[in-house]
Nanobody, 120 residues
């Protein structure tokens, strides 16, 4: 499985960006796709995750500003980021967690990361 992320860049505070991540390879019909982010010296943290059925989970500080979605036909996950703040500056990583049809995790894959810089 390979994940290719795109859409990072530099934006002013209050602006918006949309990230995309396309998965390829042998992908289970049951999986979770998500976005994490990491800044220097800190652990990678969850931004949002979405199931094949469309159920979503967001980290509290991102609720209301970020929206995760996916196109199952394209095996692609998106992250729409609005009202960006300088503290959102980070490398954003997409993630695919493979699961069996019974929901048991069986594999974890990461994209290469895309840098988002929010200037004040």
């Amino acid at each position: 499985v390979q994940l290719q992320a795109s859409g990072g860049g530099v934006v002013q505070a209050g602006g918006s960006l949309r990230l995309a991540c396309a998965a390829s390879g042998s992908i289970n019909s049951n999986n979770l796709m998500g976005w994490y982010r990491q800044t220097p010296g800190k652990q990678r943290e969850l931004v949002a995750r979405i199931s094949v059925e469309g159920s979503t989970h967001y980290e509290d500080s991102m609720k209301g500003r970020f929206t995760i979605s996916r196109d199952n036909a394209k095996n692609t996950v998106y992250l729409q980021m609005n009202s960006l703040k300088p503290e959102d500056t980070a490398v954003y990583y997409c993630n695919l967690e493979q699961r069996t049809r019974w929901g048991i995790p069986v594999g974890d894959y990461w994209g290469q990361g895309t840098l988002v810089t929010v200037s004040s």
